[in-house]
T-cell receptor, first 115, second 112 residues
Framework: DTEVTQTPKHLVMGMTNKKSLKCEQH?????MYWYKQKAKKPPELMFV???????INESVPSRFSPECPNSSLLNLHLHALQPEDSALYLC??????????????FGPGTRLTVL | SQKIEQNSEALNIQEGKTATLTCNYT??????LQWYRQDPGRGPVFLLL?????KEKRKERLKVTFDTTLKQSLFHITASQPADSATYLC???????????FGTGTRLQVTL
C-alpha cells in the first residue's frame, strides 16, 4: 500500500468551531508532515513528526495543533481559525525522519474553508 | 534572503517537443534536489531526486541536471504529451533532515 489517505476531503468551518484533519499511511514510514497550500502557491511546511515526535514547527500559530498518536496516524486539530487559514492542507510521509534524501508521499489534501 | 525560483509561472509547448523547466536558488547549499508533479486539487507526486554530487539523472522521458556552482537545476520532458500538462515543483532540503522547501512552480501546458 503506497498511499497516504486524508479525511475529510472538504471541510467548511466557522471561526469558533473546533475540527480535526486526519492522515494515515501504512507504508511503515517514520516521518510525517503537514503542509499548507494556498491557490497558485507552493506547499509550505507546517510541522514534521519524526519517530512520532514533533521535530519541526515552522512557527505555526497555536490555533493549529498537531498530534501523532502512532506511527501511522497524523492529526491536525483546528480551533478559532481565521478566514485567511482557508487553504489546501496536505499530509505527507517519508521513510525516514533523519535521512535527508527521502522522497515524500503526499495525500490528496483537505480543502478547508473558514467562514 | 533565501529564494527558490522557477523561471516561468507558465510554459506552453507543442506535443512532441522537449519541455525545459528551470529551478534557481540562492543562499542555500542543498545536499539534494527533488522534482514533483502536481495536478489541480491533488497532492504533489514525486518524480526524481538528484544529489549534489550527481550531474544528471534520467527516468524514462524525464531528465534532471543539477549545477551547484550555478545554483540551478534543469528539468526536461522529452517527447511531451498532453498528459504531461501539470504544475511542476522543484524542492530543496533546506535545513534539518527531511525539511523540504518548494519552488514557486511552473504550470506546463502541452497542446496538440
Amino acid at each position: 500500500d503506497t498511499e497516504v489517505t486524508q479525511t475529510p476531503k472538504h471541510l467548511v468551518m466557522g471561526m469558533t468551531n473546533k475540527k480535526s484533519l486526519k492522515c494515515e499511511q501504512h507504508m511503515g514510514h517514520r516521518a510525517m508532515y503537514w503542509y499548507k497550500q494556498k491557490a497558485k502557491k507552493p506547499p509550505e511546511l507546517m510541522f514534521v513528526y519524526s519517530y512520532e515526535k514533533l521535530s519541526i514547527n515552522e512557527s505555526v500559530p497555536s490555533r493549529f495543533s498537531p498530534e501523532c498518536p502512532n506511527s501511522s496516524l497524523l492529526n491536525l486539530h483546528l480551533h478559532a481559525l481565521q478566514p485567511e487559514d482557508s487553504a489546501l492542507y496536505l499530509c505527507a510521509s517519508s521513510s525516514s525522519g533523519t535521512s535527508n534524501d527521502n522522497e515524500q508521499f503526499f495525500g490528496p489534501g483537505t480543502r478547508l474553508t473558514v467562514l | 534572503s533565501q529564494k527558490i525560483e522557477q523561471n516561468s509561472e507558465a510554459l506552453n509547448i507543442q506535443e512532441g517537443k522537449t519541455a525545459t523547466l528551470t529551478c534557481n536558488y540562492t543562499n542555500y547549499s542543498p545536499a539534494y534536489l527533488q522534482w514533483y508533479r502536481q495536478d489541480p486539487g491533488r497532492g504533489p507526486v514525486f518524480l526524481l531526486l538528484i544529489r549534489e554530487n550527481e550531474k544528471e539523472k534520467r527516468k524514462e522521458r524525464l531528465k534532471v541536471t543539477f549545477d551547484t556552482t550555478l545554483k540551478q537545476s534543469l528539468f526536461h520532458i522529452t517527447a511531451s504529451q498532453p498528459a504531461d500538462s501539470a504544475t511542476y515543483l522543484c524542492a530543496l532540503n533546506t535545513g534539518t533532515a527531511s525539511k523540504l522547501t518548494f519552488g514557486t512552480g511552473t504550470r506546463l501546458q502541452v497542446t496538440l
